[in-house]
């Protein structure tokens, strides 16, 4: 009787292993679609990481060159209105040397003799009626171009939608929903 109980319970524990194993077999294939699917996942990410690394370096690069545009602009702004000032400055450094001239001259003139006061006196009295100071040239001081730095993401990328494609960036709001920076994006989720 031990032997019969012995070989039912071998029988049972027998029959115990095939399900048993059809698990294990169903579990390592079960494992092998996870890892395989960690695997897909990690590449996703590292060729989105890729392409949003890209693009921004991208944007670094046409804001970098629009910074050194509009610093150029700029220079070439502040060479041409500092030269304009600097010439009136010249100018009125010479019409305050001529004038300087002939108050000295008239100066002179008045602690002269009557005899020597006579000499020349209508052309210097000519001369102080005609001598104008010259108003400066009006300079506007002004900036006169628009400096604008467009910090406006989407106006940036619409400034530059020429040179690449930012459409194809998506940013990712709550809830992570992507949403594209195209203006009439029509394409479907994900």
């Known amino acids: 009787q031990l032997f019969v109980a012995h070989d039912a319970l071998q029988e049972k524990l027998q029959g115990a292993l095939g399900p048993l194993r059809k698990q294990l077999e169903e579990a390592?294939?079960?494992t092998s679609k996870e890892k395989?699917?960690?695997?897909?996942w990690q590449r996703k990410v590292q060729?989105?990481?890729?392409?949003?690394?890209g693009e921004f370096n991208k944007l670094h690069t046409l804001l970098r060159e629009e910074e050194q545009l509009l610093l150029q602009r700029l220079a070439e702004e502040e060479r041409e209105t500092l030269q304009r000032l600097q010439e009136n400055v010249s100018k009125l450094s010479q019409e305050s040397a001529s004038l300087?001239?002939?108050?000295?001259?008239?100066?002179?003139?008045c602690?002269?003799?009557?005899a020597e006061l006579l000499k020349d006196v209508k052309s210097m009295l000519s001369r102080s009626e005609n001598m104008k100071l010259q108003e400066p040239e009006a300079v506007c001081t002004d900036l006169q171009h628009v400096?604008?730095?467009?910090?406006?993401?989407?106006?940036?990328?619409n400034r530059f939608a020429g040179e690449w494609s930012p459409w194809d960036i998506e940013l990712f709001g709550s809830g992570g929903s992507g949403q594209s920076l195209g203006?009439?994006?029509t394409r479907g989720p994900g």
């Open 183 to 185: 203006p009439q994006d």
């Open 111 to 114: 602690q002269q003799q009557v």
């Open 28 to 30: 390592r294939a079960l």
């Open 36 to 40: 395989e699917k960690i695997r897909e």
């Open 47 to 53: 060729v989105k990481r890729e392409t949003i690394a």
């Open 147 to 157: 400096y604008k730095i467009c910090l406006d993401l989407r106006e940036a990328l």
């Open 100 to 109: 300087q001239q002939l108050i000295a001259e008239i100066e002179g003139k």
